[in-house]
């Protein structure tokens, strides 16, 4: 069965792309927000497997929306994205609810399979 995936970013064009490759590389993109408010409604209708988060949204940052998801019980695991690279968020950044991080320049089905492990 392939796995699922709630694909969140503001960015529709990398929304799109994402889910190109991804599907390519045997994943199911089951559903797509562009804020984190909808994330949060969906994940909690769709029940995916990962949730693929992107840490700058317009309402909610990534970092909120991924304690929301953990907090609202999802099984899911949690993704961050940037396209910036995690060092860039410092030492304050909270990343006790997410599962990992990648750039968005690296995302790969392959990564995602080392972080559901």
Same mark, same amino acid.
């Given at each position: 069965m392939q796995p699922t995936i709630l694909m969140v970013d503001d960015h529709a064009p990398f929304?799109?792309?994402? +889910? !190109?490759? #991804?599907?390519?590389?045997?994943?199911?993109v089951v559903g797509? /927000?562009?804020?984190? +408010? !909808?994330? #949060?409604?969906?994940?909690?209708r769709l029940r995916?497997?990962? /949730?693929?988060?992107d840490i700058g949204l317009p309402d909610l940052d990534g970092f909120a929306v991924a304690a929301g998801l953990r907090a609202a019980g999802s099984a899911a695991v949690i993704v961050l994205i940037s396209g910036r690279d995690r060092a860039d968020f410092g030492d304050g950044a909270d990343w006790a609810a997410a599962d990992g991080f990648i750039a968005k320049s690296e995302l790969t089905g392959d990564l995602l399979v080392e972080l559901m492990t």
């Open positions: 929304r799109e792309r994402a +889910r !190109t490759l #991804l599907e390519a590389q045997g994943f199911c797509e /927000a562009g804020d984190g +408010r !909808t994330a #949060l409604t969906e994940a909690d995916p497997d990962i /949730a693929l988060v």
